[in-house]
């Protein structure tokens, strides 16, 4: 399907803010700055977002709306059974989880942005984890495995992200393969 150009403009607009803060800082995100750097007018900048929350919700929405593509795709190459959805998290995350990907990065700058400005900016995103821990807690799999399958996930993404810790890609692999295995249900572990 051909995107619109008002489609086109709107992306372009979010790629903007999110290269903008991801370059110069969450506090440098102005509606003057984004149009600038997506080099639309702020007249059309306000058409599509008519304020800055509005541009972080969008940003925040897009980064949502991302993943759970990826999930989807990914729930399509896992058998059914105990653990799936959550090996499906897995395969949808575990790659960007130890070394997010520039668009990445730009995207989850978002999830600063919205901190900084308003923390209700991120009830889309709370809405979100509240729906994927009952998706998880259905999963079949003993309490608390899918949380903490999700929680090294998030962990794993923000030590990258925030330059705290760097996972080279043998400890990454290994990471990986212990979560894999909570992801199997006791019968298939033989316990």
Known sequence: MKRTRAGNSRERILDAAEELAARDGVATLTLERVAAEAGVSKGGLLYHFGSKDALIEGMVERQLRTFDQHLEVALGGEPAGPGRRTRAMLRA?????????????????????????????????????????????GDGLPDGAAIVALAALDGLYF?????????????????????????????????
Do not use: N
Not at 96 to 110: D, F, G, I
Not at 112 to 136: G, N, Q
Not at 159 to 187: D, F, M, N, Y
């Open 159 to 191: 030590w990258s992200l925030l330059g705290l810790a760097r996972v080279p890609a043998a400890r990454a692999r290994a990471v990986r393969g212990v979560l894999e295995a909570l992801t199997h249900a006791p019968a298939e572990r033989g316990t």
């Open 93 to 137: 995350a575990f790659g960007s989880a130890t070394r997010p990907a520039k668009r990445e990065r730009r995207a989850t700058v978002a999830l600063l942005a919205a901190v900084v400005k308003r923390p209700s900016l991120l009830d889309p995103v709370r809405a979100t984890y509240a729906r994927w821990m009952e998706e998880l807690r």
